[in-house]
């Protein structure tokens, strides 16, 4: 199977930025599609950007001309560079990746275990 590991959050005053990563390992295949989901106390979970193992990229609007995905495919690590952080960008960022896994004839969905990103003066 696939596992997920996330790294980069913290506290960051307004303005400020974060970058976060996301390592995937384990009996993979492929890789279709990267990216990071957000979610909020009280609301529900949104994507945020992804990414396709050619590159092509896909933005929330809430986080265009700030965030930028993405990859390094032989690494099987996404990144997301968040700038201009505002508050409502705090929430909790989950890394996903669609992939097979060897020997699979499907493509999975797996997910990271979070991490918190809070945007405060």
């Known amino acids: 199977q696939v596992q997920l590991v996330e790294s980069g959050g913290g506290l960051v005053q307004p303005g400020g930025s974060l970058r976060l990563s996301c390592a995937a390992s384990?009996?993979?295949?492929?890789?279709?599609?990267m990216g990071w989901y957000r979610q909020a106390p009280g609301k529900q979970r949104e994507l945020v950007a992804s990414i396709t193992s050619g590159g092509s990229t896909n933005y929330a609007d809430s986080v265009k001309g700030r965030f930028t995905i993405s990859r390094d495919n032989a690494k099987n690590t996404a990144y997301l560079q968040m700038n201009s952080l505002k508050p409502e960008d705090t929430a909790v960022y989950y890394c996903n990746c669609n992939a097979a896994a060897k020997f699979s004839f499907s493509n999975y969905d797996y997910w990271g275990q979070g991490t918190q990103v809070t945007v405060s003066s």
């Open positions: 384990g009996s993979i295949f492929s890789i279709n599609a």
